[in-house]
């Protein structure tokens, strides 16, 4: 049974940076596309970036120059890197993994960017 664990998340002000980590565990890890989504309290959860498994990254336009995703499979991790962070980034993010029709998801970090 894969497991996911997320850590990283705190508060951080406007402009400011974090770096979100994802462990995998009880998967393949090499050879899942790997993705952080986020959701805000009342909103729908949104695609942030995912990174194949052949390294092919997309991002949302809402975070493309400031977020930054990379994996690393010899320690099975997953970690995105958020710069100039603004208030409306404020969510939990969830890691997600995916092969074919096997999906795994964390169970979220809390972000939230404040004066």
């Known amino acids: 049974q894969g497991h996911l664990v997320e850590s990283g998340g705190g508060l951080v002000q406007p402009g400011g940076s974090l770096t979100l980590s994802c462990a995998a565990s009880g998967i393949i890890f090499s050879s899942y596309n790997m993705g952080w989504y986020r959701q805000a309290p009342g909103k729908q959860r949104d695609l942030v970036a995912r990174?194949?498994?052949?390294?092919?990254?997309i991002y949302a336009d809402s975070v493309k120059g400031r977020f930054t995703i990379s994996r690393d499979n010899a320690k099975d991790t997953v970690y995105l890197q958020m710069n100039s962070l603004k208030p409306e980034d404020t969510a939990v993010y969830s890691c997600?993994?995916?092969?074919?029709?096997?999906?795994?998801w964390g169970q979220g970090t809390q972000v939230t960017v404040s004066s």
């Open positions: 990174i194949s498994s052949a390294g092919n990254i």
């Open positions: 997600h993994a995916a092969r074919g029709i096997s999906f795994h």
